[in-house]
Structures are given as structure tokens and as C-alpha cells.
């Protein structure tokens, strides 16, 4: 076999998903303002540097809070908001029948998302997918910063996955996707399920753009 692992995405690749991206986006802000955390220290900053910013104004006025405690308490609140319509979700056609092909054949399969643990559990095990993983690696696994598009990401998923980098194919329905692997040197198909179809390929003619998630099993 060319690979020995096939590594997936899973909102907009397996999984045809309902988040309200606009209240996760706001999560660190909320979060850190409902802490008394002053708007204006945290307006214009990434998540890594939000967080940063909040914790030092929270130690200096009598929180002693650890940066590991407030990721966790802002990660769980994603989770939270990430979970809300869970029930509404629905693998796209094709997916089991695609997994038990990849088993048989003898791959290895891992899911590698920027979702939170509780919700990535939830949302497979819902639609009977999680059967099929033989590693999860989710968003709250590691420190703010080593997600996805951080190459590391993908490290994390081979070594779970007992294999080198360069034996995962990743699929993946976004080009944080596509950067993680190809950063770290894993190969990528894309997908055209997510919400924006083939145009944010469009770019990257490089990469090998399937319709559904299922349609990888004819390049293997």
C-alpha cells in the first residue's frame, strides 16, 4: 500500500454539521470578559495572544488562575457551543460503507479535527463512526496553538496512529487542512462538501479535489 494510515477532518468532511461559528469564534471574548477581563485588552488578538492578555490581567487582580485552567474552562465552553445542535448532524452519503473498505483493506484511520474532544466523541459515536478510529486527536488534546493548520497537529495524529507523517493521506474540507498536511509532510486530497465547494481550491491546483469524502476510495 502507498499509505498505511488515511486521516480525516470532520466537520465538512465526514460529517455534515450544525455550529453556530460565529458564538465559537467569540468564545476566548466571552469567556475572558465574563471573568472581568476589560474588553479592550483582548479586542484585535488571536486566541493564543487573547489568552495570554486575559491571564496576565487575571493574575495581576487577584486571580491566580494557570493558563492550563483557563484553556481548559474556555475549551470546555466550546465544547459546549460545539455540542448545542449535535443531534442535528448527519454523516454524508457514503462514509460508512467508505470506512469499512479503508478497515478491510488494512488502513489505519485517524480523525484529526479543531473540534473539542467532548463534541468530536459525541457527534461519531451519535452516527456510529467512532467504531471505525483507531486514533482521535481533538482541539483541547494539546496547548492553544498546536491545532490545525500547525503542522505539529498531524505529528500528534501519527504518532497516535503508530505510523510516519508520510504515510497519512489526509482529507480534508478546508485549507487549514491542506496546510497541516502539507507542512508536515502527510499527503492531502480535498474535499468539495464543505461550505464552500471547489472554489477554495480553486488556488490550489495541486491538490486532488474529490466531490464526497467517499469518492477517495478509487485513489487508493
Not at 484529526?112 to 459515536?125: D, H, P, S, V
Not at 505510523?163 to 492531502?188: M, P
Amino acid at each position: 500500500m502507498r499509505y498505511k494510515a488515511i486521516g480525516f477532518d470532520m466537520d465538512g468532511t465526514l460529517i455534515d454539521s450544525v455550529i453556530n461559528y460565529e458564538k465559537l469564534a467569540n468564545v476566548e471574548f466571552d469567556v475572558l470578559t465574563g471573568m472581568g477581563v476589560p474588553a479592550d485588552l483582548l479586542e484585535g488578538k488571536g486566541d493564543k495572544d487573547s489568552i495570554l492578555a486575559g491571564l496576565k490581567y487575571l493574575n495581576s487582580h487577584g486571580n491566580d488562575i494557570s493558563k492550563k485552567d483557563l484553556e481548559k474552562k474556555i475549551n470546555t465552553r466550546a465544547g459546549e457551543i460545539e455540542s448545542e445542535s449535535v443531534h442535528l448532524a448527519k454523516a454524508y452519503p457514503g462514509v460508512d460503507k467508505m470506512l469499512t473498505e479503508l478497515r478491510a483493506k488494512g488502513y489505519r484511520i485517524g480523525l484529526l479535527t479543531r473540534g473539542q474532544r467532548m463534541y468530536a466523541e459525541k457527534a461519531m459515536g451519535e452516527l456510529d463512526l467512532l467504531k471505525y478510529m483507531d486514533a482521535l486527536q481533538a482541539y483541547d488534546d494539546h496547548p492553544i496553538g498546536e491545532q490545525k493548520p500547525n503542522p505539529i497537529a498531524m505529528r500528534y495524529l501519527a504518532d497516535d496512529l503508530g505510523v510516519d507523517v508520510k504515510d497519512i493521506l489526509y482529507v480534508g474540507d478546508n485549507l487549514w487542512d491542506y496546510f497541516c498536511a502539507r507542512d508536515a509532510g502527510s499527503a492531502f486530497i480535498g474535499v468539495a462538501s464543505g461550505a464552500n465547494g471547489r472554489l477554495r481550491w480553486e488556488r490550489y491546483p495541486e491538490v486532488t479535489v474529490v466531490d464526497n469524502v467517499a469518492d477517495i476510495v478509487e485513489y487508493l
